[in-house]
């Protein structure tokens, strides 16, 4: 009998949607590649935390504070999911976070922004929230079997955080003459940062290729973006207030919004470390891990205890 090339094997598998598991043979690029976009992903789910941690203590009223601290819990759970997905290629978790706190591992640049009013809360939610469904919808379909399980409760937990970021709009664009100019100004502020999640343009993104050939993804950067485009075009209206730009306009012929240009310098800058908050960022993840250094240890000294107990009875 012929042994079947593992390659062949691994090709066949992703041509017929069945998912990669890690005990599965895989490429080394395909592992990397999952690593590192796995690994991001969980980093931005922690990352993210901080400019919306900052309004737990100031939001407006008990119930938006509860809501917030719930949501705020979500992300770091589906932290808690991405980083056990990603030990599953191979890495242990103190690899991953060595790596985000050397700088060497990215998380999305959205969350280099500051937080500066509650708007913000608002426009974070229906903004960025929306903009990472987008994304995940698609990754509950990527070959990788783990990261694909995580995404589909992970997306459930993300339309909720949509929905109450633009409720908190929606009763601002509602409120006072100057409610109204903070809800613009944070949309505003978070527009063009939030079309920068997609990532660089196709023409310029060097992973997309192979990704799309591997099914990691299964929509290209452009045309996620376009689709968040048109989405919150229509959804603006509701709130009765304005993308901020000139160019925005429906085109009936292709059926989809065109839309201005994005500053790809800014983008670069921040993908950099360039961006208001990249060190401050850093700084707070950094000094969680050393805090929490008792608790790790702690825990050790706890199950091996355990084991020894059990191994005795
Ligand atoms: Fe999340
Ligand atoms: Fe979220």
Not at 7 to 34: A, C, G, L, S
């Amino acid at each position: 009998m012929l042994l079947q090339d593992p390659e062949n094997i691994f090709n066949e598998k992703i041509d017929q949607e069945v998912k990669i598991e890690p005990k599965d043979w895989m490429p080394e690029t395909y592992r990397k590649t999952n690593i590192r976009q796995i690994s991001q992903h969980a980093h931005s789910e922690i990352v993210g935390m901080l400019p919306e941690g900052a309004w737990i203590t100031r939001a407006p009223s008990l119930k938006r504070k509860a809501i917030l601290i719930a949501k705020v819990q979500d992300e770091a759970g589906h932290g808690l999911y991405l980083y056990s997905a990603t030990e599953t290629l191979g890495i242990t978790r103190e690899q991953t976070i060595n790596d985000l706190h050397s700088g060497k591992a990215k998380y999305s640049s959205i969350f280099n922004y500051p937080t500066l009013t509650w708007a913000d809360i608002g426009a974070i939610g229906w903004l960025v929230d929306g903009a990472a469904i987008l994304n995940q919808v698609m990754l509950t379909r990527t070959s990788y079997g783990p990261y694909a399980r995580a995404m589909v409760r992970i997306c459930k937990e993300e339309s909720f955080h949509q929905r109450q970021g633009f409720e908190i709009l929606l009763t601002l664009s509602n409120g006072t003459a100057d409610q109204k100019a903070m809800c613009q100004d944070a949309i505003n502020r978070w527009w063009w940062p939030s079309l920068m999640m997609f990532g660089p343009k196709d023409s310029e993104s060097t992973n997309s290729d192979q990704s799309m050939k591997w099914k990691i993804k299964r929509k290209t950067n452009d045309e996620l973006r376009q689709n968040f485009v048109d989405m919150c075009a229509e959804q603006v209206k509701v709130l009765g207030m304005k993308l901020p730009d000139e160019k925005l306009k429906w085109n009936p012929d292709t059926k989809h919004y065109d839309w201005g240009e994005i500053n790809w310098d800014e983008f670069w800058d921040v993908v950099k470390g360039n961006g208001p908050c990249n060190k401050e960022r850093i700084g707070a993840r950094k000094k969680a891990w050393e805090d929490g250094a008792w608790v790790r240890e702690a825990a050790a000294v706890y199950a091996e205890k355990r084991k020894k107990k059990l191994q005795v009875a």
